[in-house]
Structure formats: C-alpha cells, structure tokens
C-alpha cells in the first residue's frame, strides 16, 4: 500500500486554498509546522503571525497560500479523510466476503494511527491528534451550511457513504446505516478524545481500543459474527 501511496496525490477541494501548498517547499513547510504548531498550542492560539515564525517567513506569505486559518484547519482535516479513504480502498480491495469486508473496514477507520513514512513532510501521528482534538471547529460554526454546499466536507462525507454502503452489502435491511456509518467516524474521535483526557467515561484505555470497541458495536447492531 504505501508504494501505490506514493503514486498518489492526496485531493483537497482547491477551494479551500488561494495556492496549492503541495506545489512549492514552503507551501510543504506551512503544512507541516501548522500541523505541528496547532498540535502544540491548540486551534484557538494558533496564528498565521506565528506559523510565520516557525518557517522562517513573513505572515504573509502563509496567506498567499490560505485566506485563513479556518480554510487552513479544513483543508488539514480533508486531507486527513482522504487519507483514511485511501487506507480503506487499499485495505478492502480484494475482501469478497461482505461481512469481513466490513469489519477490517471499521478497524482501519478507528485504529490507532501510525506514521506513514512515504509522506514525509506530514506527520500523520500528529495530525491525527489535530483531527481529534480540532475537527468539530471546523464545522460547528455559523458557515456551516454555505461550507458544505461548496464541496468543503465532502471527503470526509464521502467517507461516510462508502461505510453505509458497506454495511447495506452486509444487512440489506437495516434501517440506519447512514447513522451507523456516521456515528463511527465521528465516535472513534470521540473515543480518542476521551481515552486522553477523560478515561474515567470510556472503557478504552491502552489495551481496549477504539477499534475494538466498535468492531464489537457493529457486530452486535448487524448480529453478525467476527471475522477476524
């Protein structure tokens, strides 16, 4: 998988920049050290005046590439769920089986990430952490509804339908694979979040993980067996 990564260009709606930052070194450097600078101090200190900085460059020159630091957290999180859907591809490619298909595609959706290091200038650990702690400020704002008409969430949406589809293949008749599927994605955010910061409120912990948690979920929803 990570030699057909490498032949791949991760899509972002072109939207969401001014300049393409995969184009240029510094628009690869304003990727990686915003990564890693939100990562640090959080979405709501983070400034383009101090990624300017870090990169040994004018604030200016990050606003040639992003109109602002909201466009920027979108397209971080888009290529994260880009990301992810290619993992999925690859990883149920050639699964025939419906409800073993289904369930490695839950577990590559809700594991704990590791680094690829066929894409270097991103550090997909550290981005993940972001997407945990920052994704919903993408979209719990009063733009909500304009954003989404111009195809910004349509990765991770995309993500979404693929998994319903998934689970229709294995349960034709269950009524809420939108809702499943949905429910998945965001909840093993959420169960990442809580893991760090609240353990007391979830089971998962260093040996129970999200994926387990959820494998176990869709089994017991779709009455299905384990496959793994």
């Given at each position: 998988m990570k030699h057909l990564l490498s032949q791949i260009k991760i899509e972002v709606n072109d939207k969401l920049y001014l300049k393409d930052p995969e184009s240029t070194d510094l628009?690869?450097?304003?990727?990686?050290?915003?990564?890693?600078?939100i990562d640090r101090m959080g979405f709501e200190q983070f400034t383009?005046?101090?990624?300017?900085k870090e990169i040994?460059?004018?604030e200016s020159s990050v606003y040639r590439y992003f109109e602002n630091?909201?466009?920027?957290?979108?397209?971080l999180t888009s290529w994260y769920w880009a990301w992810k859907e290619y993992q999925l591809v690859f990883s149920t490619a050639n699964i025939a089986d419906a409800s073993a298909k289904l369930q490695k595609a839950v577990q590559v959706l809700t594991r704990q990430v590791e680094k690829d290091a066929v894409i270097s200038h991103i550090d997909?650990?550290?981005l993940s952490r972001v997407v945990v702690n920052e994704f919903s400020k993408s979209y719990l704002t009063k733009e909500v509804d304009r954003e989404n008409?111009?195809?910004?969430?349509?990765?991770?949406?995309?993500?979404?339908?693929?998994?319903?589809?998934?689970?229709l293949e294995v349960r034709s008749d269950y009524p809420y694979p939108s809702s499943l599927a949905s429910?998945?994605?965001?909840?093993?955010?959420?169960q990442f979040f809580l893991k760090e910061h609240f353990p007391s409120l979830t089971e998962c912990s260093e040996t129970i993980l999200p994926s387990d948690y959820f494998t176990h979920m869709v089994l017991n929803v779709l009455n299905l067996k384990n496959n793994g």
């Open positions: 628009g690869r450097r304003i990727i990686q050290q915003s990564i890693l600078l383009f005046k101090k990624l300017g040994n460059s004018n630091k909201h466009k920027l957290l979108l397209y997909e650990v550290v008409k111009e195809g910004f969430f349509a990765v991770h949406h995309r993500l979404v339908l693929r998994l319903r589809e998934m689970i429910t998945i994605l965001e909840g093993s955010l959420h």
